[in-house]
Every structure is written in C-alpha cells, then in structure tokens.
C-alpha cells in the first residue's frame, strides 16, 4: 500500500496563523488561508481563501480569489474572483468571472491557446452589475 | 529468534497481570526467547546491540511504551549489527501513539498475535540533526513567560506572547506562532484535525519518503482555517523564542533543528490497525 509522491504532490494548505516568504511551488492544489509573500505557483488548483492577504505573483490551472491579492494572477485555465476578492494587479485566464462587489485593479488579458491576447485596461476597481459573469475563451 | 527489550514499567506493580499473560502467550506461540530489562547498568542501546551482535536475533521486540518504542528503534538504528534482517516490533504496555501507528492492540494476546505472525512493512524513519531518528512526529511545545508579569502578559495577549517558530521549507520560509506544530512521519496524534482540515490521514503517510508539517490554532473558529498542511524532504526548525521538541514524545530536542526522512528505513511488525 505504498504512496507515491513527488515534491510538492500533495495537498498544501497555509492556515490563518501562518505566513510564508520565498517561492510556494507545488505540484497540485494549494488552500491559502494566511499571508504569503514572494510567488505562489502550482501545476493544480489554487484557493485564495477569505482571510487571506497575499503580496506575490499566483499562478495555477485554475485560481478561485476570495482573499486579497497585491500582484500579478494567471490562471492557465479559469479565473473566479468571489465577491469578498481584492485583486491590485494584472491578471490572465482563458475563462475569467468576477462576482458582484470583487475589487480588481490592473490589466486583463484573456488567454486563448497558444494566442495571448493583447492586455485589455480595466477600471479601478471594476465591479460586475451582475451576480456573477462568466467570459468563455475566445474562440480563434 | 525473538529479543525482547523490557521497559521498567512492565514489571510494575499495576501490570504484573499484563506481564503474566503476555509470558504464557508468548510461551504458547512458541516465541519467548531472549530479554533484557531495561535498568541503570543495561541501557537499551547496549541491550539492542548486544543482541543483534550476537548473530541469533533479529527481531527486536519493545515492551512498553513510546519511550522503550522510540529509543529501541534509535538503537537499532545506531547498531552497527543491524542488517536488512533486522525487524522491530512493539507490544504496548501503556497508551502509545507508536503502537496506534503500526496498529498493535493495547489487549495483550492480541499483540502477541501480531507479533508471532510478523506481517512485515518497511517504513521511512525522519531523522533531526542526524542524531535523532523518529518513527512518528517531532512536536513543537511553546513555553509560556513565567514569571508573574509574564503571565500577567499572557492573559492579555494571548497571541502576541506565543513564540515564534520558522521552519524553513524547500525555497521558502513558514512563520508560525501555533498552538501546535509538528513535523509529522505518522498521523498518530492528529487525525482528527486533519479530518477536519479536509486531508486525508492517508496523506501522512510513513511509507511515501515525506514529513509534513503541520500547524494547528485551536481559537474556538472552524478548524478548517487554523491549519497548515505542507509536505517536505527537508526542513530546519529555527525560533528566537524558548521552545522544545519532543521525538516521538519522548526525547526533548532544542533548535536549530535539521530534519530529513529515510525512505523505508526499517522493517516493522504491523497489526491489522495499522494507520498507514
């Protein structure tokens, strides 16, 4: 009944008593509920939980944002911004929704492929009128 | 053939029945060979070596608790007699976190029985400072300020007074002033704030060449956002404040703190509970 794992293969959680400084690299899904400050990247999913506050550039597959972010966010897959989320920052995804009442400052630039798009400015802050919105990937 | 390293408490008055029965069953499985009782002038280290140099023995058997479990697994360990032959085993006498991490019954026969049917795993041994190997966790106890004043400062500042613990991971660094901390072999001892914090015990695994560091806050607030969770093939624990660790709650150890894991490092009889 052997497991195998490799570096990082394994569920990372960071509780709200804990904060992090250097690079938090993964191999699959990260919970953060406390502060981190450097880079945050895993080949999995990422959840930026409620309590969190984190000063470093994000990337995953997938990003739920219900926390604070001070940097950059791309999400290879889908971006979603809950209402309690603050993003200051540039952000990329193919799929991006923001719900009503998220805070996001910066750049958005919609991943489509291999085809990066050119950065899109957004307001600051920028709040969605509806409940929840989602943008699919452009098709090419 | 079948060593048996005997704590004191065995022979103690409250378990003189225990240690009768564990005798007969031993006797009628046919297993009850060599001992040695564990005093001021035969240590465990001595016991366990001259056993295994003996050539005739390659089970070494601990009958106790997690003291006699961890410091008979140091010793087999530091032997420079120990082979690929060599098997540890534990009957427990006294609540054990060890025994719940190989699955030994505390009902005396049943041990017995898992002892004598010797269903073998290998498994990862952590080690701190290369001094000190350890089969389940190091835990991390903050002391509190003592003196009155201290204490004075305790009650109105809960939080800010816990000490801070650094534990260097990988390319980055985890501050923490948690209740609890440990850097864990076995879940023995925190499955049930790991089932809170939605992890699997099984992700703790004494088999995956792995310790994870776990931290815990117990502030009356759902579990779930008062634990970390963070796997590592090394670490090193640092801290500015007045803080002890506890092998296998067993040997106290002071920081700075290298730990690493040996991947299967040691043959261990498990029982059918075995958590892993």
């Not at chain 1, 959840?47 to 990003?63: G, K, L, M, R, Y």
């Not at chain 2, 690929?84 to 505390?106: E, N």
């Not at chain 2, 008062?226 to 106290?252: G, H, M, N, R, V």
Request: with cysteine; net charge positive; aromatic share 6%.
């Amino acid at each position: 009944m052997e497991t195998i794992k490799t570096e990082g293969d394994i569920e990372t959680i960071i509780g709200a008593s804990v904060r992090v400084e250097g690079d938090l690299i993964g191999q699959n899904n990260m919970k953060i509920f406390g502060q981190v400050a450097g880079k945050v990247q895993t080949k999995g999913d990422i959840f930026i939980e409620e309590s969190a506050n984190i000063e470093a550039d994000v990337e995953a597959t997938n990003v739920t944002i219900s926390g604070t972010v001070e940097g950059s966010v791309k999400a290879i897959e889908r971006l979603k911004v809950e209402k309690s989320g603050k993003i200051s920052g540039d952000i990329a995804a193919k799929i991006l929704s923001i719900a009503t009442g998220a805070s996001f400052s910066g750049q958005c630039n919609m991943i489509n492929g291999d085809q990066p798009q050119s950065p899109t400015t957004t307001s600051k802050p920028k709040e969605k009128p509806t409940p929840e919105s989602t943008t699919p990937p452009k098709q090419g | 053939m079948f060593f048996y390293v005997y704590d004191k408490l065995v022979g103690s008055k409250k378990n003189t029945k225990k240690f009768g029965q564990m005798q007969t069953k031993l006797n009628e499985l046919g297993i009850l060979n060599d001992k040695a009782e564990i005093s001021t002038t035969t240590t465990i280290e001595n016991a366990v070596d001259g056993a295994l140099s003996s050539g005739r023995h390659y089970n070494i058997i601990a009958v106790g608790d997690d003291a006699t479990a961890h410091y008979t697994i140091n010793a087999i360990l530091k032997s420079n007699a120990s082979s690929k032959k060599t098997v540890f085993g534990l009957i427990p006498f006294d609540p054990s976190y060890i025994a719940g991490t190989l699955g030994m019954s505390h009902d005396i026969e049943k041990a017995c029985l898992a002892i004598s049917r010797r269903k073998l795993e290998k498994i990862d041994i952590g080690y701190a400072n290369e001094g000190t190997c350890f089969i389940n966790s190091l835990n991390i106890t903050c002391k509190r300020l003592g003196s009155s004043v201290g204490k004075l400062r305790n009650i109105f500042s809960r939080q800010k007074k816990r000490p801070t613990v650094t534990i260097k991971v990988r390319d980055f660094t985890v501050k923490t002033s948690a209740q609890r901390i440990a850097i864990c072999n076995s879940p023995a001892g925190w499955e049930e704030i790991l089932k809170k914090s939605g992890v699997s015990a099984g992700k703790v695994s004494p088999q995956d060449g792995f310790v994870d560091l776990i931290t815990h806050n117990d502030t009356g607030e759902p579990a779930k956002e008062d634990t970390s969770f963070i796997s590592a093939q090394k670490l090193e624990i640092t801290s500015p404040d007045k803080i002890t660790i506890l092998a296998d709650y067993t040997k106290k150890l002071q920081p700075p703190i290298k730990v690493g894991v040996g991947k299967q490092l040691l043959k261990v009889i498990v029982g059918k509970e075995r958590n892993f």
